[in-house]
Structures are given as structure tokens and as C-alpha cells.
């Protein structure tokens, strides 16, 4: 099979095309390279013949139809999105701009290309999608695909927006899609604002571990790649109009995450001053914060044969070792616009200054000069890694 894949150079898009190569596909890779892109996470595919990479942004209608034509594939898997909770807080333009206009774009382009190529059947096109488009839940149950849509953050309700896009559009021109609505994921090559490598790379640093209000929250956690072993099972047996709800079956409280990642580095490398989680460090909690994501798997086990290959206390294992392994690949992200401050604090009132978002095609920032995040500074030392504050929640994981 041949597959587009869009924001392929991010955390769960790189998982996607590095295993999809792996299974015999050829991948078509188009990303805008925004700041929270790394090429670098796709060196393991890089020199393949059955690779190749468009550097384009999904809300340009003629570069996106361009790729479609002359690359031809058979699915399209949509993973280009701003991801990031706290930056939807700051400025949620960009959000509105990609994951709802680039949807739309995107959806429109491959309506195009599809009826060109006359209809055919096989076709998908399959949007990736978070739970975070269901809001919270209690202390009990379960998101399902059956759940209402209840989203509560910028970022979660520019998915929920798109997620709709992609119905109407398979409703009304009988566009063939699939969706998946899927938990907080982790591993190797995370960007370095979101939770985990927050605190792999703050503990490693010794510097404060910062946990946003009481460490209550719960998320469901999934390790990336068998997040991206369920995204190409549904692209390729899902069925046509359905949705798929993925999830690890792994809930943990933030604090309980936060210690148990503690608890692998006092092994794998201690700390003269002491155990790690004496780092950690109660911060005010962020604006919206959800108490709660779960999700019921059911459909996809049934289904697609579909479960995860590891335990959350395996993965994180994986995970620690991994960035233990990798600095090459973590430190030159820590320069990037954003990462090592506390972003999403100030809620209230528009920002229009803070709004603009990534430039447009994918500027990648690369000094501290070019920040414009107005979350304080959590670290003044730039020598070491720097701390950074986020994504207790995710879209963020
Ligand atoms: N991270 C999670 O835990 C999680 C969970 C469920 C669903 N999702 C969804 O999975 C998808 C991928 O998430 P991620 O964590 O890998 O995100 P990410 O932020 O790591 O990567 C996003 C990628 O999209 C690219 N991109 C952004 N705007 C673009 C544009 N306008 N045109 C082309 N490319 C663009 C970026 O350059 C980047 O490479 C998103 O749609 C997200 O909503 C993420």
C-alpha cells in the first residue's frame, strides 16, 4: 500500500511512517515542519526507497492537491495537527487554522483526488483524533465511540471540530474515512514539553519537577508505537465510516506517573542528593484542567485483534532508557520557541499578540530570541537541559 501521511515528523506520525516502512508499505511523509517537528525521528527511515518527504502545510489546497497527484496513494492518514494543550491556551489561532481549516482543506483535496481517480472503494482516508473531544469523565466509566462530544480546551475542541468534518464530508460525498479517537501517548522521541519528557529531562537535570495542581488527574496511558501498530490496523481494515476508540488500559494519576518515572531513574541513575521525587514541585493547576480521560477498547480488540504489547511500567521503562540513550536527538529541542516555559497560565482576555501561532509553513525556531511564549521563565540556567513546565493533560500527554 501506498499512504500520505500528514505531520509525519511529529511524535506519533514518525511512529506511524517508521513502522509502516517496516511492514512493506511506502509512505509519503508531508509535513510544514512547525516547531514541534523533528526530521531527526525519521533518520531510521530516512534512506529508504520506500520513503520520501514533502515538506507542504495542509491548509495550502494546491501544494496538498499537488502531493495527491503525483504521489497517488491509496489511504490518506491525517496526523498534522497542533497538539499542545497549553499552547491552545496562549494562542488558539494556530489551532483554529490547522486542525480545523487544514481538515477542511485537506478533506476537500482528497474529495478531489478521489472522484478523479473514480471512486474507488479501497480508498480511506483515515483522521487521527484524540478523547480529549469527550471531555472529562468522573471516577467511574469509560469513553467510548459511542460518547457524546463535550470538548473543553481550545486544542480539544479544533479536534472535535474536525472530527465532525470528516463525518459530513463521509455523509454527504460518501468520501470514504475512518477516525480514532485515542489516550495520551508516550515513548521514545516526545517532544520535549509534553509531560514525560518533561520530567525525564528535569529529574535528569536535578532540577524541580513540576506537577500541576494536586497531581489528581488521570490519563489513560498508551506507549506510540502500539498506538501506531492500532492507527495502521485501522487504516487498513477499519470499517468504512466507523470510529475506532484506542486506548492502553493504563490509568495513572499524574503524581503516580511522575513517581514511578522517579523511581526507574533512582535505579538507572542515581542521584547523589537523593531521590528524584524530592524534585517534585506543586504548581497551580492549568485553566480547564480535565480530571479525567478512560477509554474502552472494545471495538478495535474485537474487531481488529488490536491490543497493546506493553504494560505502562514496561514502556516507561523503554521510554527512560530511551532518552537516556538519545540526548543527541533531545538537546537541540530544548532551544525551540516555548520549551522550558510555563505557557497556558493566563487564560483570560484575548491575546492577539500571542495568537499567531507557528508561522505559516513551518518556522522552526531555534533561539531563545524568537520566543514569544509569556509564561514565565521556569529555569534562568540554559546550560543544562531546561526545565520545562507542561502538559500535564496532553494534547498534550
Ligand atoms: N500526543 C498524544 O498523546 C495524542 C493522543 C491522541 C491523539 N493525538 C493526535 O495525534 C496527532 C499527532 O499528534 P502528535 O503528538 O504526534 O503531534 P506533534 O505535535 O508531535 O506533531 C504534529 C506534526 O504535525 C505537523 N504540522 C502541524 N501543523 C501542520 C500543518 N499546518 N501542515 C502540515 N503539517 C503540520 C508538525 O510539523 C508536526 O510534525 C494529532 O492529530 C493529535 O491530535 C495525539
Given at each position: 500500500m501506498k499512504l500520505l501521511v500528514t505531520?509525519?515528523?511529529g511524535f506519533i506520525g514518525s511512529a506511524v511512517v517508521r513502522q509502516a516502512i517496516a511492514q512493506g508499505h511506502e509512505v509519503v511523509n508531508l509535513d510544514a515542519l512547525t516547531y514541534a517537528a523533528c526530521l531527526a525521528s525519521l533518520a531510521p527511515v530516512a534512506d529508504s526507497p520506500a520513503y520520501a518527504f514533502e515538506h507542504a502545510n495542509i491548509c495550502d489546497g494546491q501544494a496538498v492537491a499537488r502531493v495527491l497527484a503525483s504521489h497517488r496513494p491509496d489511504i490518506v492518514m491525517h496526523l498534522a495537527a497542533e497538539s499542545h494543550v497549553d499552547r491552545s491556551i496562549d494562542g488558539p489561532g494556530a489551532f483554529i487554522e490547522t486542525n480545523i481549516t487544514g481538515t477542511?482543506?485537506?478533506?476537500e483535496a482528497a474529495r478531489a483526488y478521489w472522484t478523479r481517480a473514480g471512486r474507488p472503494a479501497g480508498f480511506r482516508f483515515h483522521h487521527i483524533s484524540t478523547d480529549e473531544v469527550f471531555g472529562t469523565l468522573g471516577p467511574e466509566g469509560h469513553f467510548?465511540?459511542?460518547?457524546?462530544y463535550d470538548p473543553r480546551s481550545p486544542y480539544s475542541a479544533s479536534k472535535a471540530a474536525s472530527d465532525h468534518l470528516v463525518r459530513a464530508w463521509h455523509e454527504t460525498y460518501g468520501l470514504p474515512v475512518v477516525?480514532?479517537?485515542?489516550?495520551?501517548?508516550?515513548g521514545p522521541y516526545h517532544f520535549p514539553e509534553k509531560l514525560i519528557p518533561v520530567v525525564i529531562l528535569n529529574a535528569l537535570a536535578g532540577r524541580e519537577i513540576p506537577i500541576y495542581g494536586n497531581g489528581s488527574n488521570i490519563r489513560d496511558w498508551l506507549y506510540v508505537e502500539d498506538h501506531a501498530d492500532a492507527l495502521l490496523r485501522v487504516a487498513q481494515a477499519g470499517v468504512n465510516g466507523r470510529s475506532y476508540a484506542i486506548g492502553g488500559e493504563n490509568e495513572r494519576s499524574n503524581l503516580d506517573l511522575v513517581h514511578s518515572i522517579c523511581a526507574i531513574l533512582d535505579r538507572l541513575r542515581p542521584r547523589a542528593e537523593g531521590p528524584h521525587a524530592a524534585l517534585i514541585r506543586f504548581v497551580a493547576d492549568r485553566p480547564g484542567h480535565d480530571a479525567r480521560y478512560a477509554i474502552d477498547p472494545a471495538r478495535i480488540r474485537a474487531e481488529l485483534g488490536w491490543r497493546p504489547s506493553v504494560t505502562v511500567e514496561e514502556g516507561l521503562e523503554r521510554t527512560v532508557r530511551w532518552y537516556l540513550d538519545n540526548d543527541a536527538w533531545w538537546r537541540p529541542l530544548l532551544s525551540r520557541q516555548g520549551v522550558g516555559r510555563r505557557l497556558g497560565t493566563e487564560?483570560?482576555?484575548p491575546r492577539p499578540e500571542a495568537d499567531r501561532g507557528p508561522e505559516p509553513g513551518g518556522a522552526v525556531d531555534t533561539g531563545s530570541g524568537m520566543e514569544r511564549g509569556r509564561?514565565?521563565?521556569w529555569n534562568?540556567?540554559?546550560n543544562g537541559p531546561q526545565a520545562a513546565s507542561s502538559a500535564q493533560g496532553r494534547g498534550a500527554a
Open positions: 505531520g509525519g515528523a477542511y482543506v485537506l478533506l467510548t465511540e459511542d460518547s457524546p477516525l480514532s479517537n485515542c489516550s495520551n501517548n508516550y487564560p483570560a482576555g509564561g514565565r521563565a534562568a540556567d540554559r
